[in-house]
């Protein structure tokens, strides 16, 4: 191995280190608490390092949550390539949201207000070019599965953009939302069963 190869393995694995001692940082004090030092700290780096690597915390928290994007993109499009109906599919889209925010639920409610908010503007263009690839991956791909079903006559004759479209802003909007019953009662998770009973309406709205 050459001295540059080097160099760009040790860059890469202390990107890891970085992220992952962000993760714990940010799962224990929260994103608004955390900061670069106490990140820096964590991955026993000097914070100036931190910024080597990461333009701010709004970037270094973004890239966690371009991680949690691409996990849930690979498996909306597992469930695409599944020999199964498109009622079907429809039906594990909703155990691919569950499991995606039992993952990470603190990352990825700060995916849905990244999609939403101001601090795309805070991001850099490679940060930026991510999310915008990964989110239409994962929009095309439940696209692709509903345009199938208006064309086997299954499903409603309504743009499919616009069905995917509730779709996805229905799991943002729950999780979103309903988590933040979690203030008042913390003992209880709420996002689940009304992902659950949001989807029995939407599967009825889609058929014809």
């Known amino acids: 191995m050459g001295i540059h190869e080097r160099k760009q393995r040790e860059k890469e694995q202390r990107k890891i280190e970085i992220l992952n001692a962000a ?4 799962s224990n004090k929260g994103f608004n608490t955390a900061t670069m030092e106490e990140i820096a700290s964590e991955a026993e780096l000097s914070p100036g390092t931190l910024y080597l690597y990461f333009k701010n915390k709004e970037e270094l ?4 949550s371009i991680e949690i994007l691409k996990h849930l993109t690979d498996q909306i499009q597992k469930v695409v390539c599944q020999d199964i109906s498109v009622e ?5 889209f909703r155990d691919v949201f569950i499991d995606v925010y039992d993952y990470d639920s603190n990352i990825l409610i700060n995916l849905f207000h990244l999609q939403s908010g101001e601090t795309l503007k805070n991001l850099s263009e490679e940060v930026l070019k991510q999310i915008k690839t990964h989110s239409a991956l994962a929009h095309g791909a439940i696209i692709d599965v509903i345009r199938q079903g208006i064309e ?3 499903f409603i004759d309504e743009h499919p953009v616009a069905l995917a479209d509730v779709l996805w802003a229905s799991y943002a909007g729950i999780v979103l939302w309903v988590d933040s019953k979690r203030l008042l009662n913390d003992q209880k998770d709420f996002v689940k069963p009304t992902l659950k009973t949001a989807f ?7 058929k014809k």
């Open 23 to 26: 993760r714990k940082v940010f």
């Open 61 to 64: 928290h973004t890239t966690l």
């Open 88 to 92: 079907e599919k429809i039906e594990r």
């Open 152 to 154: 086997q006559g299954i």
């Open 200 to 206: 029995k309406i939407i599967s009825k709205g889609l």
